[in-house]
DNA sequence: CCTATGACCATAG
DNA sequence: CCTATGGCCATAG
């Protein structure tokens, strides 16, 4: 298995295809955690990568990014206002920037 | 190459 | 509950 610049970013790639299909597949009043999408995109290292790629998500993008939190069930987004909003959109109970994550929590 | 910086995480205190 | 620490990975300078 060559690692050449071409193989790294195709990876890549296919990791970040597999968090937007997966957070896609997120249901409304669920929430899932940055580890949790890294791990079911075969990555338990990249949760890192994970927030990193909800950021860069182009602004009209459809995709349910807001139902993405850390591991603490809190909001780690540094503009946590709009998220909080569309999760109580989707009936999510939100308190002080906290999900409860054992009522909340995507069992997928 | 090295350092700094993240929408992270587990653990320890 | 909180902060600190070490680990993780990708990107930018």
């Known amino acids: 298995m060559k690692n050449t610049r071409e193989a790294r970013q195709r990876t890549q790639q296919d ?3 597999r968090v937007w299909q997966l957070v896609a597949a997120i249901p409304s009043g669920n ?3 940055y580890g949790q ?15 990193r790629i909800l ?3 182009p602004a009209e993008s459809r995709l ?10 809190k909001i780690s987004n ?6 909080q ?3 109580e959109l989707d009936g999510v109970e939100v308190k002080l920037l906290r999900v ?8 997928s």
């Open 15 to 17: 990791f970040s295809e």
């Open 31 to 33: 929430v899932a955690t």
């Open 37 to 51: 999408i890294a791990t079911l995109a075969g990555s338990p290292q990249r949760s890192r990568l994970v927030g």
């Open 55 to 57: 950021s860069h998500l």
């Open 64 to 73: 349910p990014w807001y139902r993405v939190i850390n591991a603490q069930g």
């Open 78 to 83: 540094p503009d946590p206002k709009r998220q």
């Open 85 to 87: 909003q569309l999760l």
């Open 100 to 107: 409860k994550l054992r009522r909340y929590q995507w069992q």
